[in-house]
């Protein structure tokens, strides 16, 4: 089994990621994770297997066309080809703040340690490291900054409204 981070923490992966060339068969129980063009064509089946589903999607994917389901995901993955590009990043964000996803969001792909702050911030909370990162140390980097100036799915306010709001440490003079 596969280790990943989750909630800042390295677990064991239970979860089967399917690839779009897998071309066999679909296992029939377990946790699986599938491509978004597979959960397309198959809902109905995938929805009766035993098991928890989830789905990948590609960063150039449009969250609305998944948005109807996703109360059934329990997972949702978004595969970075690159870690330069930043449409998962965005794509992150719709599906935590536009279409109301509560699940586990899960980068896979080409997932370094240096880019788990920001996609934290963003709403993944669960991240598959490329095969040459250490999981135990990546935990690290969810501390390499203690402050964000812009707002986050994470703190919605950004820092120059925070700074405006009363401090209840404060005591009046």
Same mark, same amino acid.
């Not at 880019?115 to 598959?128: I, K, M, N, P, V």
């Given at each position: 089994m596969a280790r990943i981070i989750k909630h800042r923490a390295v677990i064991q992966d239970n979860w089967q990621l399917l690839e =779009?060339? *897998? !071309? $066999? *068969? %679909?296992?029939?129980?377990?946790?699986?994770?599938?491509?978004?063009?597979?959960?397309?064509?198959?809902?109905?089946?995938? *929805?009766?297997? &035993? !098991?928890?589903?989830?789905?990948? &999607?590609?960063?150039?994917?449009?969250? *609305?066309?998944? #948005?109807?389901? &996703? #109360?059934?995901?329990?997972?949702?993955?978004?595969?970075? /080809?690159?870690?330069?590009? $930043?449409?998962?990043?965005? %794509? #992150?964000r719709l599906l935590r703040e536009r279409h109301g996803y509560r699940g586990e969001?899960? /980068?896979? $792909?080409?997932?370094?340690?240096? =880019?788990?702050?920001? &996609?934290?911030?963003? !709403?993944?909370? #669960?991240?598959? %490291?490329?095969a040459d990162q250490n999981p135990e140390q990546a935990l690290s980097a969810f501390d390499d900054f203690a402050e964000a100036y812009q707002a986050t799915v994470e703190r919605p306010e950004p820092l120059f409204r925070r700074r405006l709001q009363p401090d209840p440490q404060r005591k009046a003079a």
């Open positions: =779009q060339e *897998s !071309g $066999g *068969s %679909l296992p029939s129980d377990g946790d699986v994770v599938v491509p978004l063009e597979l959960w397309m064509r198959e809902r109905d089946t995938l *929805s009766s297997r &035993l !098991g928890h589903i989830g789905v990948w &999607l590609q960063t150039d994917a449009d969250p *609305s066309t998944i #948005a109807q389901d &996703l #109360a059934r995901f329990e997972v949702i993955a978004v595969r970075f /080809a690159s870690f330069t590009d $930043g449409r998962g990043y965005t %794509l #992150a969001l899960r /980068a896979i $792909g080409d997932v370094l340690r240096d =880019q788990l702050c920001y &996609l934290s911030r963003c !709403g993944f909370d #669960a991240f598959a %490291l490329r």
